[in-house]
């Protein structure tokens, strides 16, 4: 059981360390900054919607109102013409009547549409809030995404230049620039022993032609007093 825990517990090691290796975290903050701009074209073609329903409802109210201004003067109207004689008064009655429902219905309408043009531009306030706030966290997100970048350059610089300098052994690179020291004495010592011998040579060579030379002065100094003595000359 302790050998598959074991044997577990390095797959498992290693299945994190795939993922971290597939794991870029610039990476993933790109793509989650398009998810984001994605999310707000779409809230931003979502609050267009709104607006725009808003705006017919409040047109649509309006339009409602006008009714009823205009069904309440044909009522008038109406019953103005009865009383003038032009129509019959009970014709008149109810056709103002008719009108006067119609305006009842034109009213309500009127309300109604009125009511749901703030319902939407109530939710068109609520949705402009959230896509200010989405687009806050998009400016953040980008201005963290420059910071991690910057330090995801200086971050693998170090860890280059880190690696480098911990594959260098120092105890090898010592005993070689020792090895080079030996190598440079000896070289010297080994000139300057040269350079001894060479004198030596030139001394003995030296010291001989001073003594053939001395040699050499003497017998001819010789010589010339015995030829002296044989001429009968004397020095003297």
Same mark, same amino acid.
């Given at each position: ?20 290796? /597939? ?15 994605? #999310? ?6 979502? /609050? ?5 329903? =808003?705006?017919?409802? @409040?047109?649509? =109210? ?9 069904? *309440? ?50 939710? !068109?306030?609520?949705?402009? *809030? ?17 910071? /991690?970048?910057?330090? !995801?350059?200086? =971050? ?5 230049? @880190? ?34 011998? =060479?004198?030596? #040579? ?10 053939? !030379? ?10 010339? !007093? ?8 004397? @020095?003297?």
């Amino acid at each position: 059981m302790n050998l598959f825990r074991r044997l577990f517990k390095v797959g498992e090691a290693e299945a994190h360390n795939v993922i971290n290796k /597939l794991e870029d975290p610039i990476k993933m903050t790109e793509q989650g900054i398009r998810d984001l701009k994605r #999310d707000l074209q779409g809230a931003m073609t979502g /609050l267009a919607e709104v607006k725009g329903v =808003a705006v017919r409802l @409040n047109k649509e =109210a309006e339009d409602a109102k006008r009714q009823v201004a205009e069904y *309440e003067r044909k009522a008038m109207l109406l019953l103005q013409r009865a009383q003038d004689g032009q129509l019959d008064v009970a014709e008149a009655e109810r056709l103002a009547t008719d009108a006067l429902t119609q305006k009842e219905q034109a009213s309500d309408r009127a309300a109604q549409m009125a009511r749901d043009a703030q319902q939407q531009q109530a939710m !068109a306030s609520q949705l402009q *809030e959230k896509i200010q706030t989405l687009k806050s966290t998009i400016q953040t997100h980008e201005n963290e995404l420059i910071t /991690l970048r910057a330090r !995801a350059k200086t =971050a693998a610089s170090t860890k280059k230049i @880190n690696q480098q300098l911990a594959q260098v052994d120092s105890s090898s690179t010592m005993a070689m620039l020792e090895r080079m020291k030996n190598k440079v004495e000896e070289d010297e010592a080994l000139a300057q022993a040269y350079g001894e011998v =060479a004198n030596i #040579d030139d001394s003995v060579d030296a010291e001989i032609d001073r003594a053939l !030379a001395g040699s050499e002065t003497s017998s001819a100094q010789d010589r010339l !007093a015995e030829l002296k003595a044989k001429m009968g000359i004397n @020095n003297s």
